[in-house]
């Protein structure tokens, strides 16, 4: 006795493609810029992994000073720590940097300069520095995405921030997350639970953290 082989019919396989296709128009474009989101973060990452390591190599040729540092007055003040210099920090690592093209996040809307001399400024950075880093302070706040905000304005450029403050992420970047760099060498991505967290440990009362 033969047995009789069970298949589909024209009209099921056209219900089944049907369905599939329904299902990717629904669920493809919600997946897509969610892939497209995650790559920009992971290449945001990666530029603040070549920056920190600029800023550990620079320090090791300037007496274990990091930029912020090593360029103050004879009073101990700090050279270029205002709202129009920010880009010189990074300028003093040129060397160490390669090009200027990983100072500029993805998600920014800010476009990289053609090389640190000639038109290199704040308006081509999307990274803060930490004027209070240290690298002898391993878990202290070195640089990281600039719309970091403790809902305050700016003092001549600078952010003062404390663990007792409205710290977040602004919607400029990264759709409400952040990345931070730390003088570790590390780069952590962080929500805003996960930075107001970061910023209770960094081991400052007070980061002050100069914005481009």
Known sequence: MRMKTKAFTVLELMIAVGVIGFVVLVFLPAIVPHRRINSVRIRCVNNLKQVGLAFRMWSDDNNNMYPMQYYTNQ??????????????????MSNELSTPKILVCPADKRTAATNFLADFDNSHLSYVSGLDADPTMPTALLTGDRNLTNGQPLVNGILYLQSNQNIGWTGEMHNGFGNVGVTDGSVQQFTINGLRNFVSHTGLATNRLLFP
């Open 75 to 92: 009073s101990g003040v700090l050279l270029f720590a205002d709202a129009t210099n920010g880009f010189r920090y990074f300028q003093a």
